[in-house]
């Protein structure tokens, strides 16, 4: 700010003399109508309306002239001041104008283009659930094994402790392949396997303990398709044989399964079943990874998934037999196991909410898109 003005007269101020505030008027509009876009726009009205431009300094000499002077001095400023501003919001205009027009045309789409007909496909959720699970067991050290769909009926159900005259062994149950002409179908010894244990018994004849494997795959039983059974279905399997292995174990490796796939609040329990290959043989439940059991026995937060029972049910396991572990030539004196099967389908029922079945396997997009394009 100047030194105070001794004359009182707003001319004698270099700064508010007339022909001065016309020429700070006259080089800011040259300079808005020269900016050529909008960048250059605020240059130059940081330039020439900025807190330190010098048409803002002329104006804060205004405070330091006598009251008689200010009301003219204020007029001169101001006005100047006004037209500087309507010629900014001018150009700005005509700029922002300018900009939108060639974005308009810069990034036109044309709808007419003919489109890629056909979407790029992805694994069904099925196989992506499978090997989600699998791979928490290669996490931890276990290894892939896989046995043959069509199966010796001696590896599905012999090997596995399953008595001659076991119900499951029935038409009704398995699916028998056609042996040589004049035989019946179940007199072949040829069945699409019934579950994915009869791998466990070729990962033991295969290789010496300590074994760790699990086994993904198909498989198949003489169910009719409905909302909760399909006669062609995938189950995962898992077998640990080794030197003093208990079902602290077991419940352990349960544990951590459910924790890895459904959050770290998770936990199983274990139910007293029987399976001709497990001793002592259990049915596998965890805790309900949507209510976490708050449901049970709460008739104000009732819970679908579990149908308010706090717990789902998962598949079976148990210790291996020691017979199982005898006939495929490992001493069950020295070494001990734990196995586990369930079935996937079943899997992505509860973790999905899918409500039935026979929607896995009509190859709907409408059904497997929403679980994404995973390859
Ligand atoms: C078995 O198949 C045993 N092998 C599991 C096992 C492995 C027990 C290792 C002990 C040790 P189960 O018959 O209960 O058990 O079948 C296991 C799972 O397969 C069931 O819990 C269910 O989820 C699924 N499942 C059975 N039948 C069908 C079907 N028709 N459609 C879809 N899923 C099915």
Redesign the pocket.
Known sequence: MSAPNKSYDPVEVEALKPEEIERLRDEALAAFAAAGDLDALQEAKVAHTGGTSPLALANREIGALPPHAKAAAGKLVGQARGAVNKALAGRQAELEAERDARVLVEEAVDVTLPYDLVPPGARHPLTTMMERVADVFVSMGYEIAEGPEVEAEWFNFDALNFTPDHPARQMQDTFFVQGPEGTTGDESGVVLR????PV?ARALLDREPPVYVVCPGR?Y?T?ELDA????V?H?I???AVDEGLTMADLKGTLDHMVRSLFGADMKTRLRPNY?P??EP?AEMDMLCYVCKGESVGNPDRPCRTCSSEGWI??????MVNPRVLTACGVDPEKYSGF?????I???LMFRHNVED?RDMVEGDVRFTRPFGMEI
Do not use: I, K, N
């Open positions: 019934t579950h994915t244990s466990q498989v039983r169910d909760t059974h399909t006669p279905f189950q399997e898992l077998l399976f290959f497990t043989s049910e998962l598949g079976g396991c148990g196995a586990f099967g369930f079935g389908e079943r899997m079945m």
